[in-house]
């Protein structure tokens, strides 16, 4: 789920970059993007996509030894965190024997194959080509649409990211068709 | 909220609409409502930059993808209209922006993908029947 929250920020100026008001303000707003968009994701709020309205900006307080001027900054942003039993829609990104990955933004949902009931394993010649189906003629493959309920969230603090798992198991759940498919058939494979 | 420090932490659940507490004041936004954002963000940093990819991060990027595909409506008028209906049957924000991305297109299909709906009786059949089909005439008209 995509949600819109209040952060606040410590953000530096350096020396070379301050100048009269509005050209220190540029600075330090060039500063929080940056640094907004290296923290990339986090445990709490997870992955950072942009910055929308500034809040709030301390008065600024120069560090001593450094000269650099320090602010807090409070701001809202956008960001995304998959939430444990969540529905969503994924692409389907590496479908493996073990079962298949999908993307959500910038995060990634792995789908075990004990979690999609009815499916069989069809290895393709290489990677790109390896497809799962079920009877009903439900194909995962590559690039294909798939809604999938969200069983579990972990942070991984070495990659700095949220790996979810997710199920296809239930109802509504597997893979969707996008309007202009050949095969759309007035909504959803079941 | 994610396992922390290894502790796995169970409160978190959509289908009881326990968020957990980082996004008790957050506002839920459905992709369309992202993808107007993003959409926006992206050709003012292109009027700004000669190189706009440099500008933009992954996650800026795979989200903006992310969202053009998978938004249902188009129009911003459409967007606001949906969003209007969903919050004037009281749904929560989270609520609001599931069935916004999902579509359900029947009652049971709405209960099945947003269960938290039916939970202490907030919302009978026939209400949950109406508001749908004020969904289906926006995307008709969009």
């Not at chain 1, 290895?123 to 799962?132: D, K, R, T």
């Not at chain 2, 326990?18 to 004041?25: H, I, M, P």
């Amino acid at each position: 789920m995509f949600f819109e929250v209040e952060l606040r920020r410590l953000v530096v100026v350096e020396p070379q970059e301050l100048g009269d008001e509005l050209h220190t303000r540029r600075a330090m707003i060039r500063r929080l993007l940056k640094d907004f968009d290296a923290e990339r994701c986090s445990e709490e709020h997870g992955f950072h996509v942009t910055v929308t309205t500034l809040e709030d900006v301390s008065p600024g307080k120069i560090r001593s030894g450094t000269g650099s001027v320090i602010f807090w900054v409070t701001f809202k942003c956008i960001v995304f965190r998959p939430i444990r039993n969540e529905i969503l829609e994924a692409e389907v990104t590496d479908v493996l024997e073990r079962g298949f990955l999908a993307a959500c933004g910038a995060s990634r949902i792995f789908v075990p194959r004990k979690e999609m009931d009815g499916f069989e394993f069809r290895p393709g010649a290489s990677l790109e080509y390896n497809e799962w189906h079920d009877s009903s003629g439900s194909v995962i493959k590559p690039k294909s649409m798939a809604r999938l309920k969200v069983v579990g969230t972990r942070w991984e603090p070495k990659e700095r990211t949220i790996m979810a798992a997710g199920t296809l198991n239930g109802d509504l759940l597997g893979r969707v068709f996008e309007e202009g498919d050949p095969t759309f058939d007035n909504g959803f494979a079941i | 909220m994610a396992s922390r420090s290894g502790q796995p932490v169970e409160e978190e659940d959509a289908s009881e609409l326990k968020l957990g507490e980082d996004f008790v004041k957050a506002k839920c936004l459905m992709n369309a409502e992202v993808a107007l954002v993003l959409q926006r963000k992206y050709e003012q940093l292109q009027q700004l930059a000669d190189d706009p990819s440099s500008q933009i991060s992954q996650v800026f990027e795979r989200s903006l993808q992310y969202v053009r595909r998978f938004s249902r409506y188009q129009n911003p008028d459409a967007v606001k209209q949906v969003r209007e209906v969903l919050t004037r049957n009281q749904l929560h924000e989270f609520e609001v922006c599931v069935i916004g991305n999902l579509c359900p297109e029947t009652v049971e299909e709405a209960k099945a993908l947003v269960p938290s709906i039916t939970k202490r009786g907030r919302m009978d059949e026939e209400k949950i029947e109406t508001m749908l089909t004020d969904l289906a005439t926006i995307k008709k008209f969009e």
